[in-house]
């Protein structure tokens, strides 16, 4: 019944992106405001906004890929792919082994729910850049929910090449909980929580695996230090209630054990002593 209600509170928000602005990064900080700036037009005056993002890609900027890829990004964070498949086909053409231009095609496939297009962009750009992590994260994200094993098995080949990097096992957490296997999932986030730095939502997930595997009284520690950081947090108050249910009972089930043992009847066999002897 707990475990029931428990996972109706928090299965929905486990999976959570991991982003890394990869496709941004040989932009200068200027041209990023920009990008942000004429991206806050694109749904009251499209035609402005496209008509400034032109003036962006004149001159030099052209052939800018990463310019592209993300101009491409500010149309589909803007809900409007079809734009944003405009640039990444532009962009594409320019430079066909470019790994953000694929992860730019797969998240606009992911959008028309065409999961295995999307993934296929996203191995492409694993293919041509191996340290492209937002497509290991990416992939496993979009096949979490339809073949976790999938997810687990590219986190893991990603965690191989890049043991360094902590919010693997976060994300690895994730996929082995959706798997159902919540051993693996606790092991995982014990090696995120520790080399890595958690949130409040990492609180959160940790504390509720580890009230799936009974280890009560380590849920309830990490319950107390998310409310820590978030003393208003609703979901771990109501973790600290379950985790604090079950421990009483707990000890309300040892306290009848340890009761009915003292009142068992113990027949003691006399030793037998060398004055009995014949």
Known sequence: MMNNKILCLVCSGIIYSASYS????????EVTRQITQIAASINDTPETAAKEFNELLKGKNKKNVPLLVAIGNAYLNHKCPDEAQVYADRAMKIDSKSAPVYVLAGDIALTQKNVGMACGYYEQAILFDANCYDAYYKYAHAYIGVSPQLSIDMLTKLKASHPELPEVNRELGNAYYQSGNYGKAKSAYDE???????DTQDYEHY?????????YAQSLNAVEKGLDADKDNHLLK???????YEMEAHNRRAAEYMRHIGESRIYVVPE???????
Do not use: C, I
């Open 192 to 198: 995120f929580m520790q080399q890595g730095t958690p």
């Open 272 to 278: 037998l002593s060398t004055d009995n002897e014949q």
């Open 238 to 244: 109501r973790l600290r209630m379950y985790d604090l």
């Open 22 to 29: 990869y496709a941004q990064k040989n932009l200068s900080d």
């Open 207 to 215: 504390a509720m695996l580890l009230y799936l595997n009974k280890d």
